[in-house]
Each structure stands twice: as structure tokens, then as C-alpha cells.
């Protein structure tokens, strides 16, 4: 898709606010835990090279990304730090495992099998970075016990072609007041812990909010995705032990405001008709952007003032009631601050009945992300 760069809409992304949050938790581990920024998904929207440069000058180590070509990216951008795929790979892409320096979870033992019969086949220019994964109770990916942890640490240990250099879990319900489950994860990840004759470089649970409300557990290394955005992974259920600040605002412009008589119809469908003579103005940004259908009826910022938006809609353009005659070209604020007034990533998920994570990664490629410091 390409940028739509000659419209007024934009995410701007305020990097020295990311700065400031990777400092402040960063400033509530001790020295020998490492911070690893998670920018995966273009950095939760974000953009990912962007974000995890200012990241790493608030004191990331290393980075977490989901696939190969999300490490990609970082590596031509000229990333050199760690950088730790989160989902399985396969085996036929062990080379560029090596050739990027990834380090990658390893997940079961049929992986490690299938992985040495294609090593007997290539030789590499370095180890492989392995991160054992254990699925203490997510259900995604991971070794399911004790036993089989042990069996594929000694494996590795084993064979040369690979270095050991981590083991980790990842908790389902670490945002959550009711801790029970949580610590049932904890317990288990304990266990097969202590049946391990040794430990690799990095252990590590936490997500965002195992950092911020178990601090206890965080091993020496953490996975720091959501809240470096600014956001609070537990949405309205926690508070957050620092402060977070948003890093995104997304803005656009009016681009043509008109008065329109009593009983006009609004957009597809006419869902809309104006019940008295109304100042209607159109702001270009509609669900190609990923600002979403169901965003009818809520409001966005316009000189400090909530404007409705009225009617469906449309792929590239929405309407919004006016209080009153605004020139064309005036800002419209759809996420953030305006006039003191804000409206927030957590208030557009609320309207669309979901969480802000799947907010931020919705806004499409066709936003420009400028940036600020
Ligand atoms: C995405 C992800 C994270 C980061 O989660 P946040 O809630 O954004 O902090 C950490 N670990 C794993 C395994 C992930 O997939």
C-alpha cells in the first residue's frame, strides 16, 4: 500500500516519550537484567526502526520481533544489538538464523530433530542462538514439561551448531487483579527450572505486565512491548506502578465544511439525517486507514471540542457534526491531545470493543508516521 503523503491525516509518534518510558522501567530492574524492547508489528504502528532506536537510547539491549523479516528490517537499518524472534521458524531458514545473528525459541523436540537432519546437509557461519520456550499454561508454543525441557537443553548442549542462550515462558493473565492462575504459571516455570543442571545466559517470563506487577519473576531479561508505547497493557484493570506516556496522536484536517438544511442525509446508507440545520465537515481518513466502521457515533477533537461523527464511514472519508463554522483546514484530532482536551488510544478501543494493542497495529500503511523527539 502506498503512503498517502499529500493528505493531512498523520500518526505522529513522539519518540522521546518511548525514551522515557523504556528509562523508567528500566530504572526499576537491577544492572544485570536486560530490557529488550518488543517492536514487532512496525512497532505496535509505531514504525519499528524508529521506535527501537529510541529505545535503545532509553537503555534497551536487545529488541523482540515476530518473524524473520521484521529482524530483517532492523538488521538493514543497522540494528547490531540483539535482536529475538518470538514466534517458531522453520528449519529450512536456519541460515539466515545465523547469517542475522537471530536468536529464536526453540519449541519441541520434533523441531530439534528435524533441524539436525537439515544441519548434516549446510554448515553455518556461527552458532545458533537458542531460546528454549516453555508453554507453562498459554497454550501457544513450547515445551509442555519438565522432562522434555531437560531432554532438549541437554540436546543443545550437545550439539555444537548451537549456543543454549536462553530459556522462557510467557503468562496469559499477568494483567489481571486475580493472580491465581498466574502464579500457577510461576510455580511451574520454577519447577522445570530447578530440574535443569545449569541455566543458559538469558531466563525471562515477562511481558509488559509481568514487569509492572510481578516484579519478582522477571528473571534477567524482560520483553518490554505495549507499555513503552505508553500504554497500560491492563487497559482500566491495573494501575500502573510508573507513569506511562503515549507516544501516538493522530491527527488530520477538515477538508470541506458546509451548511447543510434540516432532514439531509449523511453518507451511505443515510443513516444520519440532520434534524436541524447543521455545519457538517468532512475529515479524510476513513476504515482503509483502519479507522473502523464502528467508529460511527464517536467524537474527535476539533478547537477543543467534541465533533460527532455522523453517518457510515466511507473507505477515505468521514463527517462530523460541527458546533459551529470551522475553516477548512483546521485540525481534527483523533487520538490525542487537542486544546486540552484528549482522547485516548484505550477510549477508541472501548468504542470498538477491544483492546488498544489491536488499535494501534489497525491504523493501515496509508498513514504517514512523522516523528518527533
Ligand atoms: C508480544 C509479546 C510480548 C510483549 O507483550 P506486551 O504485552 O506488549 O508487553 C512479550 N513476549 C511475547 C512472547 C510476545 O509475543
Given at each position: 500500500m502506498v503512503v498517502a503523503r499529500h493528505r493531512p491525516t498523520k500518526a505522529i509518534i513522539d519518540t522521546a516519550a518511548i525514551t522515557e518510558n523504556i528509562k523508567n522501567e528500566r530504572s526499576r530492574l537491577g544492572q544485570d537484567t536486560a530490557l529488550f524492547a518488543v517492536v514487532k508489528a512496525n512497532g505496535y504502528g509505531h514504525g519499528a526502526v524508529e521506535t527501537a532506536q529510541a529505545a535503545a537510547k532509553g537503555g534497551a539491549a536487545g529488541f523482540c520481533v515476530a518473524t524473520i523479516d521484521e529482524g530483517i528490517e532492523l538488521r538493514e537499518a543497522g540494528i547490531h544489538a540483539p535482536i529475538l524472534l518470538l514466534g517458531v521458524v522453520g528449519v529450512q531458514d536456519i541460515p539466515l538464523l545465523a547469517s542475522y545473528d537471530f536468536s529464536f525459541p526453540v519449541a519441541s523436540q520434533a523441531w530439534l530433530q528435524e533441524a539436525e537432519n537439515y544441519l548434516a546437509e549446510v554448515s553455518l557461519e556461527r552458532p545458533l542462538k537458542a531460546h528454549i520456550k516453555v508453554?507453562?499454561?498459554?497454550?501457544?508454543?513450547?515445551?509442555?514439561?519438565a522432562k522434555a525441557v531437560a531432554e532438549a537443553a541437554k540436546w543443545l548442549d550437545q550439539h555444537?551448531?548451537?549456543?543454549?542462550e536462553g530459556i522462557f515462558t510467557h503468562f496469559s493473565?499477568?494483567?489481571?487483579?486475580?493472580t491465581a492462575y498466574w502464579q500457577q504459571q510461576h510455580l511451574f516455570f520454577q519447577e522445570v527450572l530447578s530440574t535443569l543442571p545449569h541455566l543458559p545466559r538469558y531466563v525471562h517470563t515477562s511481558n509488559s505486565a509481568t514487569a509492572l506487577w510481578?516484579?519478582?519473576?522477571?528473571?534477567?531479561?524482560i520483553r518490554y512491548g505495549v507499555a513503552m508505547y505508553?500504554?497500560?497493557?491492563?487497559g482500566h484493570d491495573l494501575e500502573a506502578p510508573i507513569s506511562l506516556k503515549p507516544a501516538l496522536s493522530l491527527v488530520s484536517a477538515l477538508i470541506q465544511v458546509k451548511l447543510l438544511e434540516k432532514g439531509s442525509g449523511i453518507s451511505y446508507g443515510e443513516t444520519y439525517i440532520t434534524p436541524q440545520q447543521e455545519w457538517i465537515g468532512t475529515v479524510p481518513i476513513g476504515y482503509a486507514d483502519g479507522w473502523l466502521r464502528k467508529m460511527q457515533g464517536f467524537s474527535v477533537l476539533v478547537e477543543g471540542e467534541y465533533c460527532e461523527i455522523v453517518g457510515r464511514v466511507c473507505m477515505d472519508q468521514l463527517m462530523i457534526r460541527l458546533p459551529r463554522e470551522m475553516s477548512v483546514g483546521t485540525k481534527v484530532t483523533l487520538i490525542g491531545e487537542n486544546h486540552g482536551k484528549c482522547i485516548t488510544m484505550q477510549d477508541v478501543a472501548d468504542q470498538l470493543d477491544t483492546i488498544h494493542y489491536e488499535v494501534t497495529c489497525t491504523l493501515s500503511a496509508r498513514i504517514p508516521r512523522e516523528y518527533k523527539s
Open positions: 508453554d507453562t499454561g498459554m497454550g501457544r508454543i513450547g515445551f509442555l514439561d555444537t551448531a548451537f549456543e543454549w493473565t499477568a494483567d489481571q487483579a486475580d510481578h516484579e519478582q519473576a522477571v528473571g534477567n531479561m505508553g500504554l497500560n497493557p491492563s
